[in-house]
């Protein structure tokens, strides 16, 4: 990458951040009535559905205290923080079990809680900034406590009612790869102090049972023993999803100047994008079946936005730490398919739901699952790979 | 609708029956080793996920059944149909608490029990089926069983853990839509005796709750008192659905001669038609918003085969009701609509998953969703109705 590149991708991902994606949600998502975060937004920002949900609630709180943390100490980032934290304390747990919702009413009234724990995991990201910007320990303490009931009911989901029974035990990448991305976060926020071992034995699960260097691909789900169950769900990959894997390993072999996560990293990001790149509209595909059959889900084939913010990070940061000419194409082919066709050119922001081909299938901006997050940590990511990059 | 054009749909829909749909089923979806139906099919036939689904058992055998019936006692269906029952019958069923799974292995073992009982009601009809064609009153209880627990549990779930707290109750279409078709069915097959209740409380449910005629639409979900409710899922329109719907209470006012119900019946067709066919590309889109906003779900604008299906019934039987030219032309449209883009020229059957625009998204054609169903029971439904219009 010449100096020039570099200085202009850097513009666009910290001038993306801060002068289109941040305003956007600051200016529609803050509920200045009843706290929290309404990201369930029209294109041009009308809320269009006043509920909430408690990954946002998180995920936004994080991005924020983050940024806080990170690039400069604003008074009304770190405000907005606290009121999303305010919001996750009041409405986000049900006192009967301790767990947290998953979806709430405008006002906190429960709607749903799900069988899984990542409203916790992104709670306890968002308190450890909160600690980071103010010192206040009750911050840590709640992220400490969160981050712990997150591993214990992945480990033993207890009082929760499953989805499939016994016959046939499976193992979801979803668990380890967050653990990865969230200890990392609280090592760096609160000084979780087990966060290296979670982190080591995480890289080891994901390495054990969901990489097949025979088949060259990162299985999304697995038998208890990581045997592949060749069936709908088994042969199911999400290349976006082991590609953003892949560069919490790379990120971690940054930090620990470990050649040995870097290739690891490197391998996860070569197999799912020769798997996941599409080749014939460009984009990273939803799901892709491990054997080129049919996938079950109805949206395999759709471009969504999260797989290629993930793309453009890992892309980017292997071409860092290796200087592989081929990530720097890839990083070129996934940013520019992904600027042609996702932001939204009038009302700013990206769109989130495009069909295969590019051409847009929603022209929503946000719900329960699209809020602050993706973009915007690929946009500071970014920044911060390409700064080193240019001061390096 | 000319004679020669009855007689040349007559012909389309009967030897696309008897010729295409049911010999691609019988031929890739009968399981000779352990009994039932495996109905996860690539395009060609071959079976590319061994797991079963308990609906797809019950509405082939039901299909086999009906078909033997209706059509002609050829031995082969009868068979299958036995075949289909005692897989069903051996592994349906939780002992722990009587109720149906979902999903389970090729061998029967549990994979998946569901919140809803729908298992239950296409096992119903099956069984019904059978007691017509065997007399055997053993078929005739288990049918009788099977309809009295699906209408108890979902009047009252008893000791299922439910999706979402009681905040904000809801009461969902489908319901009431599903126990009309169940109670018809089992009301011709072994006359159950309280069929005529049970279809007239549940039009008056749809009549009560679901229909909002200042708003010209048919709700799929609305709160415990018919509100409704402006959020993603209480906007969300099933148009093909609705449309579905439509033509279990048009069916009835036309085997009771009653003009009030053909009248109800066409009120719903004429609302979901509007909202649901697809001006730009043709054929009815899966889901749309009642405000026009964009819709939650990822497959919203695609075009799936049943609402195709159950819109080809609707206004065929529309029309022959009430002669109105409208329902012919509309008849017309989604007819041509649907055969330009969703038979297999090459291996027979229907595709499934379309994109919006047509082109094909999967070339699955069957899985525990897709089966021996919807598009069989159009040609055979659509059959009936043009050989009465012919006679006629």
Redesign the interface.
Known sequence: MTPERIQSLLETYRDGLLEDTLPFWIRHAVDRRHGGFIT?L??DGTV????KGLWQQGRFTWLLGELYNQVEPRQQWLDLAIAGADFIEKHGFDPSDGRMWFHV?RDG?????RRYAFSESFAAIAFGELFKATGRSRYADLARQLFGRFIDHNLDPKNT?Q???D??PTRALGFPMITIATAQELRDSIGLPDAQTWIDRSIETIRRYHLKPDLKCVMETVGGDGAIL???DGRTLTPGHAIEGAWFILWEGKLRGDEELVHLGCQMLDWSWQRGWDSEHGGILYFVDLRG????E?????KFWWPQNETIIATLLAYQLTGDAKYATWHQQIHDWAYAHFPDQQHGEWFG?L??DGSI????KG?LWKGPFHLPRMQLTCWRILNEMRVG
Chains 1, 2 share one sequence.
């Open positions: 369930s029209d294109h269009i559905d006043t509920d009413t009234g429960p709607i749903r809680k009612p989805k499939f029974t016959t046939r060749d069936h709908f059959l049919p996938v079950q109805y949206w395999h084939d759709m739901y069909h295969r299938s929603s022209r929503l719900n």
